[in-house]
């Protein structure tokens, strides 16, 4: 919405500056998007009045013309316009000066001739021939009587073209706001001032409207209103100044007194209106009705149109003359020789008329205001504005009487007037005298208890409603920061900290999150080598999937992770170490949702990645949740890993974790052409079992005793085995076991290998003899030895 701010000072004194202005009424619940000046790109071009002309010397069609600009000397200017007369009063862009263009206006010559600036043509200011109706297009624009024709005026000044415009951004549920009383309403409550409204007044005419014109509403419940009038002897000319500058300012073209009285009207008040030739109004009979099986209209656009049973339009007793509250047919518009008109002010239902702009794919001025419900008490107002304005114009010989159609009239609504919870509902304390003016100011009643809402004020419903009033008013800013009431305050839960503890954890580790999709194709499974009889390819199917790729709910996350390796090997990375905590969809039947698990991924290939890296990660997150009593073994016939380099963590003989290194078969499947490696956690298990307790401990008082132990074993004994038998057997003076060196070759024999640990003693209680230690260490290596391990000399 745009508003003239000449037009809003007939109706509240505001003395502010543009800037102010704008930021005072965006406090108060009105955004402006944005400000202008008119004819702010227009710079020195001034009024001047032609002395004399005479051709030029050298040109049969330039023309040498003497001008006073005001500036105490006469300007010698030479233009090629043809329609310059001496004693014309044109706009002069002197030496220096800056024309609608942007283009730079300065001395010259022009075929010798000196040339002190140029006479302008109303396109070069800015300005159309809507604008000023008597002005040519192709020639000099000669300022006519309504003009300032001083020499040296600012032309600016001198055409009114001097208005600063604001752009307002009007919400759906203020359609009370798309007018300029409707902002001239909010701007006096913002500055806290006085609302001159205008009460109209039609002088007694002639004849009575019953008479020319009945109406008749079909559908009461899409038309709430109608009221026309008659206008006879039609006097169809341009409007004054005063209506174009208002209507040019606010974006709507001038086009004649007759149709920039309805635009006129429809921008003061934000009622549209509509003009018909009452000579195509068959029987002089307005029907509102839904149009019917196979109707057609051709719109003032010129194109047919179709319509359908649920467009409501405004008709003759034959055929439909304008689809209500979108736009009028052909013949419904004013002509040259149009005499008689009926003016329409109506109320339509808002969806009714989205819906039918929206089935003719065409959206207007008049129905992106009909939609968000517009007042029908405004009808007739809006009506007697019209009429008043045809009679200051002398327009037309105004028909007494008003025919009025309101079945159903609007009924008030009405809340209670409760300062108290208004104040406890913002947070503040306003007075209820403050409220109580507060509301008064934009149309509100306080009486006895009672606030009844203005009808325009469709979006008056709840007490909440009329708190949102008094605090835009009372001025958000002011309002103190304060906890919203009745608000929980939010903390994560226990899952969720645990989760987050993996994530940083993962992070810690090195390791990049992603984010995949949860559905994949069945197709994955073959390429993890998943056997046909594999529980994991028993899926939840989707319904109504995007493709073949994303059909089914996966149940192991391991495509999803290699499918991102992959995906960046191709694409040239040396190295990824990537980590995903997925959720996985195992079925429960075909009646029940499947069980939702979230599983911990890890995935990495490239320089610094092996077996034991992935291991590592395992292990620290393990640690990290307080798992430390778990076994890890060897796993040869997991279907995705190799055979030989892949490990299973197990807790209480229940699976864990799994990591190692990617079979090569599955490594072409995913065209990932280096060693790659895959771990993966089931977390929901992990949180079951988890300690997330930290015991303090404090430092040690007395010293600890060192041992170092080797053992020839199997190759392919397990040394987490070995290393639980020793702790177990050696009891609580066990502070720590490490594995520092693990050896295979000729000297231990095939298939063997060389395991040695440092056994670290401590008593917390006393400083432990050698004796102690030494029965310690017996109590190890008969541990080792029952494991089939053998003492390394």
Known sequence: MNLSKRWLAEFVDVNA????????????????????????????????????IERHPDSDHLWVCQVDDGSGEIVQIVTGAQNVHEGDFVPVARHKSVIASGDKITAGKLRGVESRGMLCSVAELGLTTHDFPYAIEDGIFILGDDCDRTPGRDIREATGFDDTVVEFEITSNRPDCLSIIGLARETAATYNTELKLHEPEVKPGHGNVNDLLKVDIEVPDKCYRYCGAVVENVRVAPSPRWMRERLRACGVRPINNIVDITNYVMLEYGQPMHAFDLRFLKGNHVVVRNAKAGETITTLDGEERALTEEMMVIADEEKPAAVAGVMGGEYSGIMDDTTTIVFESACF???????????????????????KQLNPDDCDTCLRRALELVQ?????????????????????VTLPFEPEWTNKFIGVDVPADEQKRILEEIGFTVENGTITAPNFRIDIAHQADISEEIARFYGYNNIPNRELSGVAKATLTERQRFNRLLERTAMGCGLSEIQTFSFISPKSYDKIRLPKDNPHRNCVVISNPLGEDTSVMR???????????????????????????????????????????????????????????????????????????YNVEPKKDAPAFHPGRTAV???????????????????????????????????????????????????????????????????DMPVLKIEKAIAAATGKILENIELFDVYQGAQVGENKKSVAFNLRFRSAEHTLTDEECNTAVNRAMKAAEALGALLRN
């Open 392 to 412: 200051l114009l002398d327009a037309g010989d105004v028909v007494d009487g008003i025919v009025d159609n309101y079945a159903n009239p609007k009924e008030p």
């Open 555 to 629: 149940t192991t996350a391991v495509p999803s992770m290699l499918e991102v390796l992959g995906r960046n090997y191709s694409r040239k990375n040396e190295r990824a170490a990537l980590y995903e905590l997925a959720t996985v969809y195992i079925p429960n039947g075909p009646d029940e949702l499947p069980d939702e698990n979230q599983n911990l991924v890890f995935g990495m290939y490239g320089k610094g990645c092996d077996f034991y890296k992935i291991k590592g990660v395992v292990e620290k997150i393990l640690s990290a949740a307080g798992i430390d009593d």
């Open 649 to 715: 963590f197990t807790l209480e003989d229940r699976l864990l974790a799994v990591c190692g290194e990617v079979h090569p078969e599955v490594l072409d499947n995913y065209g990932i052409g280096t060693r790659a490696y895959v771990a993966m956690i089931d977390v929901e298990y992990l949180f079951e079992k988890s300690d997330l307790v930290r015991v303090y401990k404090p430092l040690p008082k007395f010293p600890a005793t060192t041992r170092d132990l080797a053992f020839v074993v199997d190759a």
């Open 17 to 52: 500056e543009d800037r102010d202005f704008a930021e005072a009424l965006t406090l108060s619940g009105s955004k402006v998007e944005s400000y202008e000046h008119e004819g702010a790109k227009l710079e020195n071009i001034v009024v001047g009045q032609v002395k004399s």
């Open 349 to 371: 239902n808002g969806i009714a008329v989205r819906r039918a702009a929206k089935g003719l794919g065409m959206r207007t001025e008049s129905s992106a205001r009909f939609e």
